[in-house]
Nanobody, 123 residues
Framework: VQLQASGGGLVQAGGSLRLSCAAF????????MAWFRQSPGKEREFVAV????????YYADSVKGRFTISRDNAKKTVYLQMNDLKPEDTALYYC?????????????????WGQGTLVTVSS
């Protein structure tokens, strides 16, 4: 499956953005879909994941209550709604897919990656 992320941009602190990740090929409805992010000089970090089947969601503590991950299987798209953005949310955001039965929180466990979309939050 190929993944294409979009929706990044420049926003002021406190603002909102919605990222999208469209899947091409594969059986999207059978993939856990996740978002990761990487800031300059930092390692890639887990942001959120939504499981296939029951749509269970898991979030990093740093974004819990501000970000919401969702999916539309008919459109083969996963979304990340980001509210109350902070300068520390500035990063390149990647979507990733995994066909396992359980949630994974490490990037190495994902076999499919999008190209990344840049989010910049100004103070």
């Amino acid at each position: 499956v190929q993944l294409q992320a979009s929706g990044g941009g420049l926003v002021q602190a406190g603002g909102s953005l919605r990222l999208s990740c469209a899947a091409f090929g594969g059986t999207f409805s059978r993939y856990n879909m996740a978002w990761f992010r990487q800031s300059p000089g930092k390692e890639r970090e887990f942001v959120a994941v939504i499981l296939w089947g029951d749509d269970s969601t898991y979030y990093a503590d740093s974004v819990k209550g501000r970000f919401t991950i969702s999916r539309d299987n008919a459109k083969k798209t996963v979304y990340l709604q980001m509210n109350d953005l902070k300068p520390e949310d500035t990063a390149l955001y990647y979507c990733a897919g995994d066909s396992s039965w359980s949630p994974h929180f490490r990037g190495i466990e994902y076999g499919y990656w999008g190209q990344g979309t840049l989010v910049t939050v100004s103070s």
